[in-house]
């Protein structure tokens, strides 16, 4: 089956300051790779997602790059605010038994320093 | 849009009663609806996927008879723990797909059910 991995699993920077975290996937049929931002206590919110046949996708702060060849792909936060820190986790999703089955990485624990 | 809701949010039962948690597409229709859970400082794992007017497919190592999945219309699937014990405390976490506005691969999360079993 699909595994995902997900670095780091805790990252603090200071507000202003770019972060980055970083995931790899091992099943090249995957084709579709959302980020889920998660505040303590509630659910998983969708903040971007990327398709296999695209390398890159902004959204204001936010951006996504993937390389299908090296399965790997990163999330992208420039001007970090406080607002910013939650738990972040990457996935990767495919078709399998007519559904698109997502895995989840292990999730990256951002703090941004005021 | 896509929201999902749950309900209850939070829930503590003594052990080896049953327990029911709701998932609901507030603002579209769902014919599949998952189901994750999520242990403290863990991530997400799929318990099974809800289909509406057919059985569940529950993933390798999830009892089936312990976790009844019942999903009557297209807004709404039921979860019940029967006969809960405290290792079953866990956050219960539902998402839905939107077909009509979105791809579907997009999944769109609920808050989240807090079980905590004494």
């Known amino acids: 089956g699909e595994n995902v991995e997900q670095h780091p699993s805790t990252l603090s920077v200071q507000e202003g300051d770019s972060a980055v975290i970083k995931c790899t996937y091992s099943d090249s049929a995957s084709n579709y790779f959302p980020w889920y931002k998660q505040e303590l206590g509630k659910g998983p919110q969708l903040i971007i997602d990327i398709r296999s046949n695209v390398g890159e996708k902004k959204d204001q702060r936010i951006a996504v790059t993937l390389n299908k060849t090296a399965k790997h792909f990163s999330l992208h936060i420039t001007e970090t605010q406080p607002e910013d820190s939650a738990v972040y986790f990457c996935?990767?999703?495919?078709?399998?038994?007519?559904?698109?089955?997502?895995?989840f990485g292990t999730g990256t624990k951002l703090q941004v320093i005021p | 849009g896509a929201v999902v809701s749950q309900h209850p949010s939070w829930v503590i039962c003594k052990s080896g009663t049953s327990v029911k948690i709701e998932c609901r597409s507030l603002d579209f229709q769902a014919t599949t609806m998952f189901w994750y859970r999520q242990f403290p400082k863990q991530s997400l794992m799929l318990m099974a996927t809800?289909?509406?007017?057919?059985?569940?497919?529950?993933e390798q190592g999830v009892e089936k008879d312990k976790f009844l999945i019942n999903h009557a219309s297209l807004t709404l699937s039921t979860l019940t723990v029967t006969s809960a014990h405290p290792e079953d405390s866990s956050f219960y976490i539902c998402?839905?797909?939107?077909?009509?506005?979105?791809?579907?691969?997009?999944?769109?999360f609920g808050p989240g059910t807090r079980l905590l079993v004494l």
């Open positions: 996935a990767a999703s495919k078709r399998s038994g007519g559904y698109q089955k997502v895995t």
């Open positions: 809800s289909n509406e007017g057919s059985k569940a497919t529950y």
């Open positions: 998402s839905a797909r939107n077909l009509i506005t979105h791809m579907e691969e997009t999944q769109y």
